[in-house]
């Protein structure tokens, strides 16, 4: 027997609705599980990166944060493509969350090493800057298509907020990093916080839309 269009509908919003919510569970379990590595592990915060807490007696933490990070990103390519109209902003967005999620999965597939240098450690690290150039553009493109979208409209200016803090702490970081100068490591778990606050944001939308 043939489902309705109404049946049809319907299933889409459940599935969009455990989409979001996913993500919501899965980046919230993730930053949980890095603020507890910030007070357990013997790095210094202001000199290790995400990725150096990887290495630590608990480091299975961290690793486990990462790949809660990397599934997070087919749900919402998922979720956005079913609740935001279709446009050139939104198919790029969802393109540059599925390189972000691969350069996550070539950060977990290739950690890097704090105390032997190790011919995967390019691979990491480029792999890393990547996904940290490539999320912010893709958010930008998914917050312009918000303002193509009626049901979206109202949670553009919330995004660009998002959007605008990132940018801004991308920057410190990159000024930090080229000068090498303390804090940068700092500036890249606050990107962290708003990149991930972003999403959730955005999954806390979707999920309204589809309820």
Do not use: C
């Not at 569970?25 to 995400?50: C, D, E, H, K, W």
């Not at 553009?137 to 303002?147: H, K, M, S, W």
Request: hydrophobic share 55%; charged share 10%.
């Amino acid at each position: 027997m043939s489902k309705s269009l109404t049946d049809v509908v319907v299933e889409q919003d459940r599935a969009v609705q455990f989409a979001g919510t996913a993500a919501i569970v899965l980046l919230t379990v993730y930053m949980l599980g890095a603020a507890v590595s910030q007070f357990i592990s013997p790095y210094n915060p202001l000199r290790a990166s995400l990725s150096t807490y990887a290495n630590g007696p608990y480091g299975y933490i961290v690793e486990t944060g990462f790949i809660l990070s990397f599934l997070t990103y087919p749900l919402m390519i998922f979720a956005l493509g079913r609740t935001l109209a279709r446009s050139t902003q939104r198919i790029l967005g969802q393109i540059g969350f599925a390189i972000t999620a691969l350069a996550v999965l070539l950060v977990i597939f290739f950690p890097s090493s704090t105390f032997v240098d190790r011919p995967t450690d390019g691979i990491h690290i480029t792999s890393a800057f990547i996904a940290f150039a490539v999320f912010p553009i893709a958010t930008i493109l998914f917050t312009i298509a918000f303002g193509r979208d009626p049901r979206w409209q109202a949670f553009q200016r919330t995004a660009w907020g998002f959007v605008i803090a990132n940018l801004i702490v991308v920057a410190v970081f990159a000024s930090l990093y080229i000068s090498h100068t303390t804090g940068e490591w700092i500036a890249e778990k606050v990107d962290v916080v708003i990149t991930n606050g972003w999403v959730i944001a955005t999954a806390l939308w979707l999920r309204r839309l589809a309820s």
